[in-house]
């Protein structure tokens, strides 16, 4: 632990073996199962050296204080296993589903101001951090060009400018800890991993 994150890093990726390399490369299936306990299913990808896990909680009702356990006990569960890896969460989009309702990414965009991306995404960045969830599938940066496709209200948009500008705020937003006055201050205690889509 007296060691640089650096030195530490190369270090262990000289010790890990293939498999265990693998297994840091994959994510879970959706996890819709969470239950203060860690389930014999996820003990056993959580065996095989798999670390990124997805934690779908949020679209089944399942209260905070639930999933808070299930990470911890998840944590738990690793920290003696493989060099002690962490489990790392990741959640899609789950607006009103245990965060805060804001509005669907094309409402943000009609809007026309990046600020109100960027707030949007660090107030879900700060609920999401406290549940455990340490990466955001989002934002979507497709372009919305058809209609039909039942993934536009995901989306930015249908002008790249625009959605450019949107996305980089929310990507901001979702990655920087800001102080109590709105200054940003880089990655923090606040800040989540943004994994643009699709």
């Known amino acids: 632990w ?7 890093a190369e270090d262990l990726g000289k010790r890990l073996s293939v498999e265990q390399v693998a297994g840091l490369m994959c994510f879970s299936a959706h996890q819709f199962r969470v239950t203060e306990e860690v389930t014999d299913d996820q003990k056993e990808f959580l065996d095989k050296h798999l670390r990124s896990v997805l934690n779908s909680a949020g679209g089944g009702g399942i209260p905070d204080e639930v999933q808070i356990a299930w990470s911890n006990n998840m944590q738990r569960y690793v920290e003696g296993k493989d060099f002690g890896i962490p489990c790392y969460f990741a959640s899609d989009p789950r607006n009103g589903q245990g965060v805060s309702d804001w509005p669907t990414n094309l409402s943000l965009a009609a809007t026309f101001d990046p600020k109100i991306a960027l707030e949007s995404a660090n107030c879900q960045a700060k609920e999401l951090r406290d549940l455990g969830v340490a990466c955001f599938l989002a934002p979507q940066v497709d372009i919305a060009a058809d209609p039909r496709w039942f993934r536009d209200s995901g989306t930015f948009g249908e002008d790249p400018a625009l959605a450019a500008d949107m996305a980089r705020a929310f990507c ?3 990655q920087s800890t ?3 006055e709105g200054n940003d201050l880089g990655w923090g205690k606040d800040s989540m991993t943004a994994m643009a889509k699709h």
Do not use: I, N, P, V
């Open 2 to 8: 007296r060691l640089s994150a650096e030195e530490r």
């Open 178 to 180: 800001f102080d109590e």
């Open 172 to 174: 901001d937003g979702l």
